[in-house]
């Protein structure tokens, strides 16, 4: 009850004072507010990159060879497992064969939607007279589009008829069309075009154009220089690479009706394991998107948690201004205190009163400090190009930790008070 | 023991020393003895400077004597702790200042509950009973006002108003119409009279004035910290006058 009414009586002193109030919580603001905003930018940040991941397929698995040994690196970074390309120590026997991929397919029929291979052929141009264009060429299978979604603007995608005759056939963004045959996606249709990799150049045929999609958080290359993916087929790729025997990454798609992709991908990783026990160099490894969501997620919080450690440590010396403003306040107030223990308030009392005035202004600027670091963040998450989400437990952690730092704070002030003798308290002028 | 027990104040060589600086003890009050009965209007009268507020605010527990005993109502306030003696100050006795003490930005019946929250009265018995001290005082049209809004009589009457909250059985005034015009002084006297006559309450009132002094039961006069006279007064006149 007593509570009560000292907050009520605080909240009074705040008003009372208001531009002293303000500036005295200034130092909290300004602590508070650069926290959650780095928080808020932080959290959008993660939300954006957890959306843009179940987009591309949670119910994907990667799965890949690894060096033994490299287990703690990838598993705290699961970002390196996709980038694990044909390092150049690994031999082609101890690459996953097509007959492994088989059998897998027929021991989890039920489970196993598609499986999509794509092995990196290589950075080519695509040139004719002047004009070239930066393409990587990727060799994929009939199945690799049911593992990330492509906009398909004119023709068809590669097939399974393609794969089997080892055609000479490629798929192309709009970037490469609007080079070479003025945007005219239609036209460009079944028109050759001499890709030059290592000096060596192939003709190829264009069967589709897909719609190229910019990367926003991560490319900063100008339109021209820009690099856009090409697919040929899977076999054709070897071809070009004088490589038959296997692949080092693939993709599983889960059938909607498996239930945890993380536990199936411990069933994959057992299935592959009697192929690989004898391998000393390398076994197989899976990747899901909520493992490398995790990671990545992991990886941003670290960073703004220790970016808000060092702007939280402004909220000190926002502290030390409160109690500097409460000494001050319990100077003034020296007659008032008097009165009040001649009216029977024990030295407790009083100390719980000032107490309570010091985290009620720190709790006032706090939430002031809240609510501007979140419209500063969601501005600068917007800028960046997520949409803005709360940091909802940096939120609750600052309120917490505001009325720390005015209990903390407040504390000395508080018991000056309690302290004071009542008969001088009352005789001061 | 009859007598004692009807011994509401009682002082036995009191002595109050201040220290001011390392070698210097200044003492200013020389032994004083007083004893006051419950019901009893006393007035305490004397130079300025004689130590009349220090012999109130001992009175008042809110500090203990350098020597001496003094017991108010059997209890020793010479050894009790902080706890106690806010109790005292709480639940028996009723301060009124010559400068009012009203907390500022609060209104009077917030004031006037204040000593009733310290005692942990619940929010609806404190605001009656504040409500009904102060329509006594004749402040009903004022409570909802801050003391900077009223003038000084009307400050006062929210400050005795204040002081009987917890209804305690002694009120101890200084000089409380030493602010005032004579008017306004003579209407607050009337009040104190009015409590003493209707609730019984034992008043200790100093103050600076001859005529107010005649007025109360007992005169006790203080000379450079000791008592040198004391006298019977009592030459009131019936309240119906007023
Ligand atoms: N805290 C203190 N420290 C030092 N000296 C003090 C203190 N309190 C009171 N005194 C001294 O004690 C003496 C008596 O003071 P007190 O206030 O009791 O006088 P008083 O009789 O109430 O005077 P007045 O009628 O002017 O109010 C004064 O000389 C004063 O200077
Ligand atoms: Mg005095």
Redesign the interface.
Known sequence: ??IW?NIK?AF??LF?NKMRSLLTMLGIIIGIGSVISIMTVSSSLKTSITDSFQEMGASNITVGIRQRGEEEEVRSNGMHFGALEKSASADEDDLITDEMLEELQSSFSDKIDAVAISENVGSATVEDGNTSCNISISGINADYFESSQITLLAGRKISQGDLDGKKKVIMVSDKVIDAFFDGDNASALAQGIYVNQNGVTTKYYIVGVYQYEENSNFSSESDEDITTAAYIPLTTGKEALHSDKGYSQFTVVTATSVESVSDFASEIETFFAPYYAANEDYEIATSTMESMTESMTEMISTVSIAISFIAGISLLVGGIGVMNIMLVSITERT??I??????????S?IRLQFIIESIVLCFVGGCLGIITGFILGAIAATILGYSASAPVGAIILSVAFSMLIGMFFGYYPANKAAKM???EA?RYE | MKEQEQCIINLQQIRKSFFLGQPNELEILHGINLKVKKGEFVSIVGESGSGKSTLM?LI?A??RPTSGTYHLENIDIGTAN??VL??I???KIG?V?QTY??????TSLANVE??M????L??KERTARAKELLNMMGMGDRMNHRPDELSGGQKQRTAIA?AMA?DPSIILADEPTGALDSETGRHIMDIFHRLHREQGKTIVLITHSRELAEETERIITLKDGAITGERRGGSYADLGKH
Not at chain 1, 338 to 347: E, H, M, Y
Not at chain 2, 117 to 120: D, E, M, P
């Open positions: 009850m007593l009414e009586l009074q002193a009372a007659r008032e008097g009165t009040r223990k001649a009216l029977g308030a024990r030295n009392s003798d009542p008969i009352l | 605010n008042g809110l500090e902080d706890k806010s109790d100050r709480n639940q301060f200042f003490n009203l907390i500022a930005r609060t204040l000593p929250l310290y005692a942990g619940p929010k204040r917890n």
